[in-house]
């Protein structure tokens, strides 16, 4: 049977990925952030997934306001890297696990979880740093990925009750799929940051703080934080965040906590990242 064995945090900012593609991840400013990241990277190479499944944003790469899908599976067997304005960034294409991607859609839609299928999709920065942070800069990712896409661009983007209520869902998919799968998860964005307008640049470390104590110990309190509490507490982008408790409601009840790595700033955001592991055994 195939089992979630970890689930992942972090923040996508896009400037991250441009360190690393430029070569300047070990200057003064992004050494300390880059620093942080080793760890996690350690662990996910002994970790050894046979693959992952990303929940995202598209940042207007992929879609526009013509077409904003709430929740989007990603079934292809390949995803190019998407050209956000200066060329798309010099990563590996992300291959796909069509198989248990089509598992997924078919268990999430049965399961009442009304999914986009996507069987051609760019992959913007929201999912292409993330597996920097946690992968380096291999000639190949490795290991498939699942990219999974959230509406937070958009309002009304979906609730967090409902983003954990589909991590349950995903949990239920990967229990079921008949093969020996070990799987992470990923939630990624945030964490506090405001992009845009008068509170342009707004960090809340006390937020971030209590959010990553509260994913570990008590995530359903969590999912309880309302759209407006996210904007006025972690920014207007913080609303990302979202996706964090798809990851958080596939995994245990109880999880361990790994690691946690948070630095600000990065970019105009404060990056963190977390790694949970499900107590029950791999
Ligand atoms: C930025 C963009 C993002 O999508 C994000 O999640 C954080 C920061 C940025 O443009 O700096
Ligand atoms: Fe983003």
Same mark, same amino acid.
């Given at each position: 049977m195939a089992r979630i064995v970890a689930g992942i945090a972090t923040s996508h900012v896009p400037a991250i990925g441009v360190a690393m593609d430029k070569g300047t991840s070990s200057n003064p400013y992004w050494q300390p952030l880059f620093e942080g990241y080793k760890p996690a990277q350690k662990w996910l190479a002994e970790l050894a997934p046979d693959v992952a499944i990303i929940v995202y944003n598209d940042h207007a790469s992929a879609f526009s306001l013509a077409l904003i899908p709430t929740f989007l599976i990603g079934v292809a067997a390949k995803f190019p890297i998407a050209d956000e304005g200066f060329g798309p960034r010099p990563v590996p294409a992300v291959i796909g696990h069509p198989e248990l991607a089509w598992h997924l859609a078919e268990s999430l839609i049965l399961d009442e979880f009304d999914m986009t299928i996507a069987n051609e999709m760019p992959v913007d920065h929201g999912l292409t740093v993330p597996l920097t942070v946690t992968c &380096? %800069?291999? %000639? %190949?990712?490795p290991f498939p990925v699942i990219p999974l896409c959230v509406n937070v661009v958009q309002y009304p983007p979906p609730t967090g009750a409902r983003c954990y209520k589909l991590g349950q869902a995903i949990r239920r998919a990967i229990d079921a799929f008949d093969e020996d799968l070990r799987v992470v998860i990923y939630g990624t964005g945030g964490m506090s940051h405001q992009l845009q307008g008068e509170r342009a640049g707004l960090i809340n470390r006390q937020f971030d703080t209590a959010f990553l104590d509260g994913l570990t110990k008590d995530p359903v309190a969590l999912t309880k934080i309302t759209h407006t509490e996210y904007m006025r507490e %972690?920014?207007? =982008? &913080? *609303? =990302? !965040? *979202? !996706?964090w408790h798809v990851m958080r409601g596939a995994l245990d009840d109880q999880v361990t906590e790994v690691y946690r790595h948070y630095h600000v700033p990065a970019s105009n955001t404060a990056a963190g990242l977390i790694l949970l592991e499900n107590r029950s055994p791999a």
């Open positions: &380096g %800069a291999p %000639a %190949a990712w %972690a920014g207007s =982008e &913080g *609303v =990302e !965040m *979202v !996706m």
